[in-house]
């Protein structure tokens, strides 16, 4: 599986800045999203990051307050624009499909999770 | 509209019963449907995927039943252990899993000793 490696892994922001989290993966990837979990509750797709252009986000996520970044293979920013404590949350990078062949058993379908940045928003 | 519904939310087993968690969808659309399992404080680990052309995939004590009939798959971990208590999240994307996945709501495992 890809070692993915995200900062910070916690942070505690005031209401109204931005934060932005980053999200670095060991070999290159196809695909790389952006999902919220908030406290004891489920995963919730925000984003799929494009390569070289916008990403594509889903219904009841917007570019203004979410915008992300991913200008190669290996790397991508989500940032948390005006937060507010409802932003108050679980930021989890997700990557799939390793591009440089790999002996183990990893194809285009495994999503495979970073550790997630707890963002708290006083 | 919650398109994968999961369920039990909360689920007690003892130690080598069998743990069984079931997961409905909605969306016919759905062609790939992995298992996670989370650990407080760590993100979801894959622990077993399957395509609607088999009915059942087996690995290690993990085993998933998938029903495309009737919309349905349940994951079954046989001889629980106490390191097995965690949160499981059923999923589903579509493309062959080449999109991002639509959670169920998680079931939060505790095997007893």
């Known amino acids: 599986s890809a070692v993915i490696s995200q900062k910070p892994s916690r942070d505690i922001c005031q209401r109204g800045t931005s934060l932005t989290i980053q999200c670095q993966v060991d070999s290159q990837v196809t695909m790389m999203f952006w999902y919220r979990q908030q406290p004891g509750q489920s995963l919730t797709l925000i984003a799929t990051?494009?390569?070289?252009?916008?990403?594509?986000?889903e219904s009841g996520f917007v570019i203004d307050k979410f915008p992300i970044s991913r200008p190669n293979l290996t790397f991508s920013t989500l940032t948390v624009s005006n937060m507010s404590p409802e932003d108050s949350s679980i930021y989890l990078c997700s990557v799939k499909g390793k591009l440089v062949p790999s002996k183990d058993s990893s194809g285009n379908t495994e999503a495979f999770f970073g550790q997630g940045t707890r963002l708290t928003v006083v | 509209q919650q398109q994968v519904k999961q369920s039990p939310q909360s689920l007690i087993v003892q130690k080598g019963g069998i743990s069984i968690i079931n997961c409905a969808y909605e969306?016919?659309?759905?062609?790939?449907f992995p298992w996670y399992q989370q650990f407080p404080g760590k993100g979801p680990a894959l622990l077993i995927a399957?395509?609607?052309?088999?009915s059942e995939k087996k690995e290690g004590r993990f085993t998933i039943s998938f029903n495309k009939s009737a919309k349905q798959f349940s994951l079954h971990i046989m001889d629980s252990q106490p390191g097995d208590s965690a949160t499981y999240f059923c999923?589903?994307?579509?493309?062959?899993?080449?999109?991002?996945?639509?959670f169920g709501k998680g079931t939060h495992l505790i095997i007893q000793p």
């Open positions: 999923a589903a994307s579509i493309g062959g899993g080449a999109d991002g996945l639509t």
């Open positions: 969306n016919t659309a759905f062609d790939y």
């Open positions: 990051a494009n390569q070289g252009s916008e990403a594509t986000y």
């Open positions: 399957i395509r609607p052309d088999v």
